[in-house]
């Protein structure tokens, strides 16, 4: 991999292409491999300034999807530290390998590990104010299952794909709370397309760990909806991690948001306003 780009301060970190396996039912790049991909980058970029990856954790990850990743393209991440010290941030950017064009950033702040030097501008997108709700909203169950073995990461944590694969599976359950079932999402050629995550970890889950999950709407616009999720440990009720999802409505022909149908909307803001 190429050294750090002394006019950037980044530094290639990871190259791949999209898998067919890894494409969702939207018809792009799955959301949770991007996070297996940035995990990646974040190993080799940690050894790449002489500290341990294995003591490493990710406390918190906010991720803008800015352009579609189909089968077969081909991308590179390039990874820079953007705020120093012992809850350090790193920066990931990927880009379309073949375009150039850049399609996502994460800004990953990590516990465990202390980094110092110098440090890179952030360019991107600023953190905006996406509260969770409270107990007051009306949380929809929406994943009930267990860490497994083969989800682990190095240092023995569900691995960052193991959370978001399971944050998928609940969006699926809460959509379908307000009529946005597969099966209308399939007749319709629908898809439900993020530009946002914001991720918070409270603990960690391991392998054997029973693992619930909680939804919400937090927020509803013309296409567009905010999803809240929060994960507990099914077995102590501890909090694991939450997320706050913002997405819209696909047309999966014309790859374009397309606007809410008024009784699903209908729907949806009555779960909304009951909270």
Request: glycine fraction near 8%; charge should be negative.
């Amino acid at each position: 991999m190429a050294e750090m780009d002394t006019a950037t301060g980044y530094s290639e970190t990871f190259r791949g292409d999209v898998a067919p396996w890894e494409v969702d039912a939207t018809e792009h790049f799955t959301v949770a491999y991007y996070y297996e991909k940035f995990e990646g980058a974040a190993w080799r970029f940690l050894h790449q300034q002489g500290v341990n990856p294995n003591a490493a954790r990710t406390t918190a990850a906010l991720t803008h999807y800015k352009a579609e990743l189909r089968n077969r393209d081909i991308y590179r991440v390039e990874t820079a530290l953007i705020d120093a010290g012992a809850r350090p941030t790193i920066a990931h950017k990927l880009f379309n390998a073949g375009s150039g064009e850049l399609c996502t950033t994460m800004q990953q702040t990590l516990a465990g590990v202390t980094l110092s030097g110098p440090t890179v501008a952030w360019d991107g997108d600023a953190r905006e104010d996406r509260t969770i709700p409270g107990d007051e909203a009306t949380w929809v169950p929406a994943l009930a299952n267990m860490a497994r073995v083969e989800e682990a990461d190095w240092a023995g944590n569900l691995s960052l794909p193991g959370y978001i694969h399971r944050f998928s599976t609940a969006n699926s359950f809460i959509m379908s709370a307000f009529g946005m079932t597969p099966e209308y999402m399939t007749t319709n050629r629908y898809g439900l397309s993020t530009f946002e995550f914001q991720l918070e970890f409270q603990s960690q889950a391991k392998p054997g760990d029973m693992i619930d999950i909680e939804s919400c709407i937090a927020q509803l616009g013309g296409s567009s909806v905010r999803l809240c999720h929060r994960m507990r440990n099914a077995a102590t009720g501890a909090a694991i991690a939450s997320l706050s999802q913002f997405g819209v409505q696909l047309d999966l022909e014309a790859r374009r948001p397309s606007r809410i149908a008024d009784d699903l909307r209908a729907r949806a803001e009555a779960l909304l306003n009951s909270n």
